[in-house]
């Protein structure tokens, strides 16, 4: 006998540095019957990959060209600066982007953070990649500022960073496609969203009841007095003892 086709997997892109692995945990504890599937994308390629449908949902960077895509803000990343173990900037605990005026801050052609103006003097040449800039880093060519996750997925030894109190943060969104908002992508929202397994709120989920005022619940009461044949004898109309017939 034929065995049943598996179900397609639910497939989750994610970008650099964002680490699903909580969601994919909660994801597989909730449907075990329905494999997550991960899809590594680039900030830049995020969009394009889920217009064309090639994953279900993705975890991405803001901003983004958000054109038929729905978009929802998750969280938002401390910006922090990477520089060697031994640079000036290590002797605090946080510092401001004035603190790295007379710097080199390089800017990958993916920088994550959206600046308005760069900090410190521009490098002669923009690397293409923050891994590229890292090796630059380095190399004591000039400090990069970047979301806290990148420097974590950048680690090297020789390398540390610092918080950058007045950076711009770095948020990170779940995006799907607009015109294919399935139960699947529904139930994923509420995971990551933080809804328990009996709150989910996916298209097969029912609405409340809504709650009847006191003069329903005393008709209902009296409805199923009724029904029970325990109606009581009718009042007079001054709510007093039942009237007495008189004799003809």
């Known amino acids: 006998m034929t065995e049943p086709d598996a179900p397609t997997p639910f497939r989750l892109a994610y970008v650099p540095g964002v680490t699903p692995s909580k969601w994919v945990r909660i994801w597989g504890e909730r449907h075990p019957d329905v494999r997550l599937e991960l899809v590594v994308t680039t900030a830049a ?3 394009t990959l889920l217009r064309d449908g090639l994953a279900d949902a993705g975890l991405v960077r803001l901003p983004i060209d958000g054109g038929g895509l729905s978009v929802i803000a998750l969280y938002e990343e401390t910006p922090v600066v990477v520089v060697p173990k031994d640079h000036v900037v290590t002797a605090a605990d946080e510092v ?7 710097e080199i801050v390089l800017h990958p052609l993916d920088d994550a953070l959206d600046w308005e103006s760069l900090p410190g003097t521009p490098a002669a040449q923009r690397p293409a990649t923050t891994a590229d800039a890292i090796e630059l880093v380095a190399a004591g060519i000039g400090v990069l500022v970047l979301p806290q996750s990148l420097a974590r997925l950048h680690h090297r030894k020789d390398l540390t960073y ?11 969104a779940l995006a799907w496609p607009q015109d294919a908002t399935t139960d699947r992508v529904e139930e994923f929202v509420g995971i990551v969203r933080g809804r328990s397994v009996n709150s989910s709120r996916g298209r097969d989920a029912q609405e409340p009841a809504p ?8 008709a209902a009461k009296q409805a199923a007095r009724v029904k029970a044949g325990k109606n009581p004898t009718p009042r007079n109309s001054k709510g ?4 007495k017939r008189g004799r003809r």
């Not at 982007?97 to 007379?102: N, Q, S, W």
């Not at 709650?211 to 005393?218: E, V």
């Open 45 to 47: 390629d995020a969009p």
């Open 211 to 218: 709650k009847r005022t006191a003069s329903q619940k005393a």
């Open 96 to 102: 401001s982007t004035a603190d790295l005026e007379g």
């Open 162 to 172: 610092r918080t950058v109190t007045d950076a711009p943060e770095s948020p990170v």
């Open 240 to 243: 007093g003892k039942p009237a």
